[in-house]
């Protein structure tokens, strides 16, 4: 999955049509777990790209939104299994469901983005070898 100007006009689209069916569900719900970016979607004033102050921390919407897309499809699609495991392990020690992804999505967002800022391919090597100390 790509962070880009498609994706970005997608989730745009399903903030804005609500009811959704297939693969545009996983979207919404994800984005009903954020009401808390809701006005991103719906204000064009607002560039969702850009990182912004929410409840006190900054957050880049359009990201966010994407990083829970690729973890939880990792998740149910087992790929790496690790994933799955460490999701598991995180619940199993008491996060919630939903603190457990950000977790995933920290880790990973941490390297994707690292990697970009190199010029280098993503390490899932590593990222498989983190998912062990979360």
Known sequence: MLFDADLLE???LV???GDVSGD???IADILELHPELARVWNDPGLDPARPLEI????VNPFVHIALHLIIGRQIRQGVPSEVKKAYLHLVE???SEHQALHL??????KLYFESVRKSDAF??????QGLAFL
């Open 10 to 12: 997608h989730i745009r």
């Open 15 to 17: 903030a804005r049509e």
């Open 24 to 26: 545009d569900r996983e």
């Open 55 to 58: 409840e006190g921390q900054t």
């Open 93 to 95: 020690r008491g996060e």
């Open 104 to 109: 995933l999505m920290g880790w990973y967002g």
């Open 123 to 128: 390490d899932e090597s590593r990222y498989v």
